[in-house]
Every structure is written in structure tokens, then in C-alpha cells.
């Protein structure tokens, strides 16, 4: 990577390597000289949007010469009466990644520690970094669960956030509220505890909601939300945090203005209003999620309980290689060198595709680890 030598970056950006998101399709293309790639990288909904979302975006469109509202107040108030709480605790943000920034931005000072366990969602050690903070990296336990003794240990006068994303991207685990409750009652007041469900509406619900469950008793509970997964609007950026009304005024201190376009904030009224008819895609991605575990399993393959819409192969060292393989035959996948290889669940072609070109990429890439 070059340098820049215009102005002088804070020392923590200018050490930063950039952002690179999953790879394209277009650009394996370009690398491997093939037609046809698919991209099962970066946990899309494969399916477009909805006709009557889609019209409320067009909609929406010819009214771009304004700003849209600041606040995305009618989003928050259909959030409120959806999940049964009060407008003031709810805040819409530039997807869910925008919120789990401005969490960094209104809690983190240099130095203050971020606890949450590894490996999971890229973006945590980045923000701190950005904070000059310290990520307190817990790892995960052998069945890639959250170990809530090790990471209520890893809390000192330092720790001012704890995120926990569940279901974990991208091991594909969740945690019971059960759990979440534990970890909640063994941390002090005083340190905001992030339970990020980006996947929410993947998740068996057998796994309990937090926000319903927990959000009464822990005031120092923010629960992160998206419309980018099963709603299919990652394109749009928005997303959305619940928790108790002090610490979501503290949050919407640091919202960019104007964060939540005009169009993004029609698209998620109208998913609102189409939740029945996203739950029915949300059920066929489920079953596709399944059929593709039963392939797996009969490959001989072993894995963990995924509870999102990808999952996840522990092929270790063999990662990198496994996924050049998968690549060269135009399945774009999101590897982890040295730690496994998550695929998004796509269409059913781009599953079997994904089947069939992972059997022969481990046959060339070699089995053994
Ligand atoms: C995809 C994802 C998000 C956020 O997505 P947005 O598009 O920014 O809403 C947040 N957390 C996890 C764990 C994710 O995988």
C-alpha cells in the first residue's frame, strides 16, 4: 500500500490498511478470466426488493432536491409501534454500521476499551482503532459460542462497550437471552452492552428477544438492527438501535446529518408494511440454509449451528486456498486466511453452483488439515 504523503492523517488512519468490502463478481471475473461469477460473499438477500417497496423508492425519488428528515422520525415512530416501545428509544442510523459508529464515537475516549468476543463482525477493532481505542478480543469457545465467563472477566474500569453480535458473523451462532442475560447482570451499570442482530429475523426464535426480554430490566442495553439482510436494502443503508431513551438521546448526539437518505427512509416504511410477504423470503432462504446443510453434512462436512443466512467451513490453513479454487470457478465467497470461509445463502442455482464447485476446490486445494 502507498503512503500518502498529502497532509498529515492522524498516525492511526494513516496506519490503517483501507476498507476492502467482499469481493465482486465483476472483478473475479476480471482477475480469473471467467463469465458468469456469483457473488456469495457479503450476505446479500438475493432476491430484489419487494414491487411495492421498490415503487416507494421511485416514489421518493422525485423529491431528492430536499433533505430528507434529519431524525427519520416517521421510521423511528413505525419501529416504536412495531416492536412495542416508545419513539424516544429507538434511533435510525446509516445502516446498523452506522450506529455501532456513533456508539464508538459517543462512548469511546482515547484509550477506553472495547470488549467483544473474536472472531466476528470486521468493523469492531476497526472503529476502536479509529478511537484510539483498545479491542479487548475475546475468543470464542470450541462449539464458537460466546464465552460469557471469559468476557465478563475481560471488563476493567477501562471497558465502556461490550458487542456482541448474535447471530455472529461470520460463525453464524447466536446466543440465548438466557446468555445475554448473564453477561448483562455480571457487568457493571456503567458500561453500554451492544447485542448487535444484524440477522435478527434469521434467528430460531427459540433464542428469545432481547429487546422485548431484556431491554426492560438493562437501561445500559443497545439492541442493532438492520433493513440491509432479510428486508434486502443493504444498498440503502439504513438500520436501527433500541435501547433506553437516555442512551439513545447520547447516540443521536453524533448522527450525521442527514445520515438516512429520503429514499432509504420510504424504502423501510414501506418493508414495515410488507413484513408478512419479507418473512415468507426470509422462510425460503431458511430452507434453502437447510437443504444446503444436508449437501454438506453428506459431504462430509462439519459445521456450526448457523442461525443466519450464510455459513460458515473452519478449513483453517486451508482457507485461502479453498477459496481461490471456489473463485476460479466464479463463486465469490468471503474467506478469513487461516480461519474458514463464510458463504451467503443465494438463489438455489447459486447454491448448487457453490456445492459443486466447493467439492472439485477441495479436491484440488487439497482435504487433509
Ligand atoms: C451486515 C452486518 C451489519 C450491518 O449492516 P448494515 O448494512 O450496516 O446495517 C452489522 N453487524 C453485523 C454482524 C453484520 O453482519
Not at 22 to 37: L, R, S
Not at 141 to 170: C, E, Q, Y
Not at 227 to 237: D, I, Q, V
Not at 336 to 349: L, P, V
Amino acid at each position: 500500500m502507498t503512503e500518502s504523503t498529502i497532509g498529515r492523517p492522524r498516525t492511526v488512519v494513516a496506519n490503517l490498511p483501507s476498507y476492502r468490502p467482499g469481493k465482486g463478481a465483476t472483478q473475479a471475473e476480471a482477475e480469473h478470466g471467467i463469465t458468469g461469477a456469483i457473488k456469495l460473499a457479503s450476505n446479500e438477500n438475493p432476491m430484489a426488493p419487494l414491487d411495492p417497496i421498490i415503487a416507494a423508492i421511485t416514489e421518493a425519488a422525485a423529491g431528492v432536491n430536499r433533505y430528507g428528515d434529519h431524525r427519520a422520525t416517521s421510521v423511528r415512530e413505525a419501529l416504536a409501534n412495531r416492536l412495542g416501545v416508545s419513539s424516544d428509544q429507538v434511533t435510525v442510523g446509516n445502516g446498523s454500521s452506522g450506529i455501532l459508529q456513533q456508539l464508538y464515537l459517543s462512548y469511546v475516549d482515547p484509550g477506553d476499551e472495547v470488549v467483544f468476543p473474536w472472531r466476528s463482525f470486521e468493523v469492531y477493532p476497526v472503529f476502536a482503532r479509529l478511537m484510539n481505542g483498545v479491542s479487548l478480543q475475546v475468543p470464542l469457545a470450541a462449539d464458537l459460542g460466546f464465552d460469557i465467563d471469559a468476557l465478563v472477566a475481560a471488563v476493567s474500569d477501562r471497558t465502556k462497550l461490550i458487542i456482541l453480535a448474535t447471530p455472529n458473523n461470520p460463525t453464524g451462532t447466536a446466543s440465548t437471552t438466557t446468555e445475554l442475560r448473564s453477561l448483562l447482570n455480571q457487568v457493571p451499570e456503567h458500561v453500554v452492552v451492544c447485542v448487535d442482530e444484524a440477522y435478527r429475523e434469521f434467528l430460531d426464535p427459540g433464542f428469545g428477544d432481547p429487546v422485548t426480554e431484556l431491554l426492560p430490566d438493562f437501561a445500559n442495553l443497545i439492541v442493532t438492527r438492520t433493513f440491509s439482510k432479510a428486508h434486502g436494502l443493504a444498498g440503502l443503508r439504513v438500520g436501527y438501535g433500541i435501547g433506553h431513551p437516555e442512551l439513545i438521546a447520547t447516540v443521536d448526539k453524533t448522527l450525521l446529518p442527514f445520515a438516512v437518505n429520503a429514499l432509504a427512509q420510504a424504502a423501510a416504511l414501506a418493508a414495515l408494511d410488507h413484513e408478512p410477504a419479507i418473512g415468507e423470503r426470509v422462510q425460503a432462504i431458511l430452507a434453502e440454509r437447510a437443504r444446503v446443510e444436508v449437501e454438506l453434512a453428506a459431504a462430509g462436512w462439519r459445521f456450526p449451528n448457523h442461525q443466519g443466512n450464510f455459513v460458515w467451513l473452519a478449513l483453517g490453513e486451508r482457507t485461502d486456498a479453498v477459496a481461490f479454487e471456489l473463485e476460479r470457478r466464479g463463486v465469490v465467497v468471503r474467506p478469513f486466511s487461516g480461519d474458514g470461509i463464510r458463504i451467503t445463502i443465494g438463489a438455489a442455482e447459486e447454491n448448487d453452483r457453490f456445492l459443486a464447485a466447493l467439492a472439485e476446490a477441495v479436491g484440488v486445494a487439497g482435504s487433509g488439515s
